[in-house]
C-alpha cells in the first residue's frame, strides 16, 4: 500500500517590525506571532517575552538588534534579507515602520542639534530607508504587499517644544502619499498608509508628562488626557491598528487616523 505524502505547510504572512520591544510595538508583536504570522523585528533590544510567544504558537520569529539610527544598514540588512527568501514562502508581506523618538522637550531654540538629529533619523529617515528596501526587495513578489508607517496626529498639528517629533511624522504621513503614487504606477503595486494610532498609554506619554511645564505649554493636555482616562491601552491600539491594516480598503487613504470610520 502506497503511503500519501503529507501536505504542504500553508504559506504564511510575513510581517517586519521596527520598535518592538515596548509600548504599541511590542503589542502588535504578541498579537502577529498569536495568529501565527512570520515576524522580523528590528529593535534595540530582543526580547525574551516575544521569544516564549513564538515558542508557545510556532509562529517563526527573527529578532534584530538593530539602531535605527543607522538607517541605511538596516535598509542593507532588510533588503539582503528579503532577496534570500524562496519564492512562495509567505502568502503576504508586510512592512510597519512604528519605531520613534521624543527628543527633549524643548523649544526649538533650546534643543541640541544631535538630539534633533537623532529624532529625525530614527523617526523619518530609517522609515524611508526601510521602506525603500522592502518595496525594491519584493516587487517581484506575486503576493499582496503593505507598507503601514505609524504616524501621530502631531504629524498633522503643530505643538511648540515637538518641532523634531512634529516634522518627522509630517514627513512620514508626505513621503507616504509619495509612495502610493510612486506603487499605483506599478503591476501589482504596494497598499500604503500612514496611520494616527490615537494617544496611548505608553512610556510616551510619561515623558511628555514628566517636562518643564516652561518648556511645554501643553503640559497640562497631556496629563489631563491620563487623568481622565483618554488614554488607548497599548493592547487595544494595537488590535485596532492591526484590525486598519486588515481592511480590505487599507491603503485607499494614504494618510488617515484609525479613529475614522
Known amino acids: 500500500m502506497q503511503g500519501t505524502s503529507p501536505s504542504p505547510t500553508p504559506a504564511r504572512p510575513l510581517t517586519l517590525l521596527t520598535g518592538a520591544s515596548r509600548g504599541m ?3 502588535m508583536a504578541q498579537q502577529l506571532l498569536e495568529s501565527g504570522h512570520a515576524l522580523v523585528t528590528l529593535s534595540r533590544r ?44 509567505y502568502a503576504s508581506a508586510t512592512l510597519i515602520n512604528n519605531a520613534g523618538v521624543v527628543p527633549h522637550i524643548a523649544p526649538l531654540a533650546d534643543s ?20 525603500g528596501a522592502f518595496l525594491s526587495a519584493t516587487r517581484g513578489w506575486a503576493v499582496p504587499r503593505k507598507v503601514l508607517n505609524i504616524s501621530s496626529g502631531l504629524g498633522r498639528r503643530a505643538m511648540a517644544s515637538q518641532s523634531a517629533y512634529c516634522a518627522a511624522k509630517a514627513g512620514m504621513d508626505h513621503f507616504t502619499r509619495c509612495v502610493a503614487l510612486d506603487e499605483a504606477q506599478q503591476p501589482g503595486g504596494a497598499r500604503v498608509c500612514s496611520l494616527a494610532p490615537g494617544v496611548i498609554d505608553t512610556d510616551m506619554q510619561v515623558h511628555l508628562r514628566a517636562a518643564d511645564p516652561a518648556a511645554f505649554p501643553d503640559l497640562q493636555n497631556f496629563a489631563s488626557l491620563k487623568t481622565d482616562g483618554a488614554l488607548t491601552s497599548p493592547d487595544d ?8 491594516l486588515a481592511r480590505a480598503d487599507f491603503g485607499d487613504l494614504p494618510v488617515a487616523d484609525v479613529r475614522q470610520p
Open 46 to 89: 530582543p526580547s525574551d517575552a516575544l521569544a516564549t510567544i513564538a515558542q508557545r504558537t510556532g509562529s517563526p520569529l527573527e529578532q534584530w538588534e538593530q539602531d535605527l539610527a543607522a538607517g541605511a544598514q538596516a535598509a542593507g540588512r532588510l533588503r539582503a534579507w528579503l532577496a534570500a527568501q524562496p519564492a512562495g514562502r
Open 112 to 131: 541640541d542639534p544631535e538630539d534633533l538629529a537623532h529624532a529625525l533619523r530614527v523617526g523619518l529617515e530609517a522609515p524611508m530607508q526601510l521602506t
Open 25 to 27: 510595538g511590542f503589542a
Open 237 to 244: 491600539a494595537a488590535a485596532r491598528v492591526l484590525a486598519w
